[in-house]
């Protein structure tokens, strides 16, 4: 037994020589996530002027769900009366002094500033009145960003045509 503990000693050395000097197995490379579609600029604008038009909606009908929904937390809106955001428009949308029979949305125009970035222009058209006064057509425009997969408003403006 005692002749054969050095040649067990050199068959474990040389097995495990063996072993070391083999290289390891690759492990497969992860796969990658598959790409969302790319989205063509038509497809943008339609999708872009239907959020847009929600919006109008929503301040026609005096509802806050569509501004919830569609507007970055940290929005600026500006108007004649100076800027505003999310917070503000969320209040006062119930109780807008306004009465909009309907509207009219036309000439769109989408830029895209980058990939997650597009600013979309139009011609605003209401027929009702705001405290009072005729609400007046509008050369309007909002940029929109991609947050989180979302397209979310971040900026509004609307200037009156005279």
């Given amino acids: 037994m005692k002749r054969h503990l050095p040649l067990a000693a050199i068959l474990i050395v040389a097995l495990a ?10 492990s497969p490379a992860p796969k990658p996530k598959p790409r969302a579609p790319r989205v063509t600029k038509a497809q943008l604008l339609k999708q872009l002027s239907e959020m847009e038009t929600s919006l109008w909606d929503g301040w ?14 940290d929005i600026v809106i500006v108007s004649e009366q100076g800027t505003s ?17 309907s509207f009219t949305l036309s000439d769109w125009k989408l830029t895209k500033i980058n990939t997650n970035t597009a600013l979309l222009n139009y011609k605003g058209t209401a027929d009702g009145t705001c405290m009072g006064t005729a609400i ?8 929109w960003a991609k947050r989180k997969g979302v397209w979310v408003a ?9």
């Fill in 85 to 101: 955001g999310k917070a503000t428009i969320e209040k006062d949308i119930t109780g807008m002094p306004c009465e909009v029979k």
């Fill in 17 to 26: 020589s063996l072993s070391a000097a083999q290289e390891a197995q690759p």
């Fill in 154 to 162: 971040v900026f509004h403006q609307e200037t009156p045509m005279k």
């Fill in 60 to 73: 026609k009908n005096k509802d806050a769900k569509p501004f919830i929904k569609h507007l970055a937390s």
């Fill in 136 to 143: 007046p057509t509008t050369w309007s425009s909002s940029i």
